[in-house]
């Protein structure tokens, strides 16, 4: 078995380091168009983003709709880092990697004081609190103004006229104007890096004790607690881990743009994120990969179509929703495709 579930994974990492050989030497020939540039980085976050929403979504189970939210958090605390260290830390990669590291544990820090609460919630009920939860985020980063000079920091939620800096001070977060000025540190070979480490924690996860005792409880609660399972302590490790990537897709994101904007982390980008997984398959981590790929680069692709763009893209959404959930499909697929898209059950791959 555990040999089994090492080959999956191999597999797994193989195809992604082969695309981006592949990718790379397009880019080294001048053989890929300005559109598909430009869509490189932005496929390798919302990649980490759709894996680690479907760790709490099919490994644990539960239904989030404020995964925006912990990006946004990620993408903030990230760009804001850089933004202060661009000047005395001039080692863009050192830069740029620590940015990641302070973005993932500020959203895992909003993950865990979010998550000690919620999770208590089932179903229904805990998707539309973490949708509140993840619009109340993106409100808040919308209000503040943050500015520095000789003196510190200085802060306000009124306009930046109120932070009562030196005329030489410098504002650094500027309320629904959000960021702007970060370093483009985002590049493709650090959003595949991002991503292979994503994959690497999220499968070790996944094989381990911790991992096997989650997805105990998303089969049966009742049973895992009756054999001392702590059931909330595993649902928080899923969904704190689950928003510190979130957090890291997002300092990915904030360094790919030239301004950051709090409006673009809303319910929409959470939504977006499930799509991905349901459509790749619940559970399913190569299947989050591969959806996120295409479709987020399909609407792009086809913007050539004109008013058919979104038509083409809709049935795309049909296809691949019987392809991953229609019986007949399921029996096809797995008779001819089922070592590259089993899902994660009780028995694990």
Not at 120 to 133: E, M, N, P, Q, S
């Amino acid at each position: 078995m555990k040999t089994k579930k090492r080959r999956n994974a191999l597999i797994t990492y193989g195809i992604i380091i082969a695309a981006f050989l592949v990718v790379q030497s397009m880019l080294n020939s001048g053989r890929l168009s300005s559109l598909m540039k430009g869509l490189l980085v932005p496929i390798c976050v919302y990649v980490v983003l759709a894996v680690s929403l479907n760790l709490v979504v099919g490994i644990s189970g539960e239904l989030s709709l404020g995964h925006a939210g912990f990006m946004c958090v990620g993408a903030f605390s990230g760009a804001f880092f850089s933004k202060c260290m661009q000047e005395s830390l001039t080692i863009a990669p050192l830069r740029f990697a620590l940015a990641i590291v302070i973005g993932a544990l500020v959203a895992a820090l909003f993950g865990l004081l979010i998550g000690i609460p919620v999770l208590r919630l089932k179903g229904d009920y805990l998707a539309i609190v973490t949708l509140a939860f993840g619009e109340i985020i993106k409100n808040v980063m919308n209000i503040f103004y943050i500015g520095r000079d000789s003196a510190g920091f200085h802060m306000s939620v009124k306009d930046q006229f109120s932070l009562g800096m030196e005329p030489t001070g410098k504002v650094i977060v500027s309320g629904p104007m959000g960021i702007t000025g970060t370093p483009k540190d985002a590049s493709f070979a650090a959003g595949v890096i991002l991503i292979l480490v994503v994959l690497f924690i999220v499968q070790n996860l996944i094989d381990s004790r911790s991992g096997r005792a989650i997805m105990a409880i998303r089969d049966n609660r009742i049973a895992a607690e009756s054999v001392g399972l702590n059931v909330t302590s595993f649902k928080l490790m899923a969904f704190t881990l689950s928003a510190a990537m979130a957090g890291a897709a997002g300092t990915l994101y904030a360094h790919n743009l030239a301004t950051l904007q709090a409006k673009k982390f809303d319910y929409n980008t959470s939504i977006l994120a499930l799509v991905f997984v349901v459509l790749g398959g619940i559970g399913n981590i190569r299947g989050s990969v591969i959806a996120a790929v295409v479709l987020y680069a399909l609407p792009e692709m086809l913007r050539g179509t004109d008013k058919y763009r979104m038509l083409i893209y809709s049935v795309v959404l049909i296809v691949m929703m019987l392809f991953n959930w229609s019986p007949k499909f399921l029996e096809w697929r797995e008779r001819h495709f089922g070592r590259f898209f089993r899902r994660k059950t009780k028995g694990g791959e």
